[in-house]
C-alpha cells in the first residue's frame, strides 16, 4: 500500500474548512499492504487529524478523526513500547498479593 499511502493526501480534504491536502501536510504514521494510518495538518486552518485507510481487493475505506495531537506527539505514542504479557501477570500479582 506504499504507492497508494503516498498518493492519499491529493485525494483527502480537511474535514473543517474542505481545502485539499498537500503533499507536504501529511505523515504516513503506518503502512502495510492492507491499511494506512495518515496524520494531515491542514495548512489553512491548521487543524490536524487522523485517517485510517483499509484496502480490501478493489475497495478502499477511509475514515477520519479530529485530533489535538501533533505529528510528533502522535508519533512518539505510536512508538512507545507495547505492554508485554509478562507486565500485566506482574501487575495482576502484585494487587493479587496485596489484597
Ligand atoms: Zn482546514
Not at 489553512?44 to 489535538?68: E, H, N, R, W, Y
Amino acid at each position: 500500500m506504499q504507492e497508494f499511502s503516498s498518493n492519499l493526501d491529493s485525494m483527502v480534504k480537511c474535514p473543517v474548512c474542505t481545502k485539499k491536502y498537500g503533499k507536504r501536510d501529511s505523515l504516513v504514521l503506518e503502512s502495510t499492504q492492507r491499511r494506512s494510518i495518515l496524520h494531515f495538518t491542514c495548512k489553512s486552518c491548521q487543524m490536524a487529524s487522523l485517517m485510517f485507510f483499509s484496502q480490501q481487493q478493489d475497495k478502499i475505506i477511509g475514515m477520519g478523526v479530529l485530533t489535538d495531537l501533533s505529528r510528533l506527539e502522535i508519533d512518539k505514542i505510536l512508538n512507545q513500547e507495547v505492554v508485554s504479557a509478562n507486565q500485566i501477570l506482574a501487575v495482576y500479582n502484585f494487587f493479587k498479593n496485596n489484597k
